[in-house]
């Protein structure tokens, strides 16, 4: 199933649940388990590692919709 850039943003702003414009560790480790994905530290270490291109400590909107198209292929 491919999702569009708008379901993306949608679950961005689900997923910001402190409302700060950007989703920190606990944020996509939560926004994860929620997807029944049963993630790991390792698994979040990787992805801000991959994904947190200006080294914020948060994934932003722009990081974050070239992130999800690798998390739900």
Request: glycine residues 4%; proline residues 3%; aromatic residues 16%.
């Amino acid at each position: 199933m491919k999702y569009s850039q708008e379901v993306f943003e949608k679950l961005f702003y689900e997923a910001d649940m402190d409302k700060n414009d950007g989703i920190e560790y606990t944020e996509l480790y939560s926004f994860l388990k929620k997807q029944n994905m049963n993630p790991d530290l390792a698994l979040v270490r990787k992805l801000f590692q991959q994904f947190d291109k200006d080294g914020s400590g948060k994934i932003e909107l722009k990081e974050w919709c070239e992130m999800m198209p690798q998390i739900f292929q």
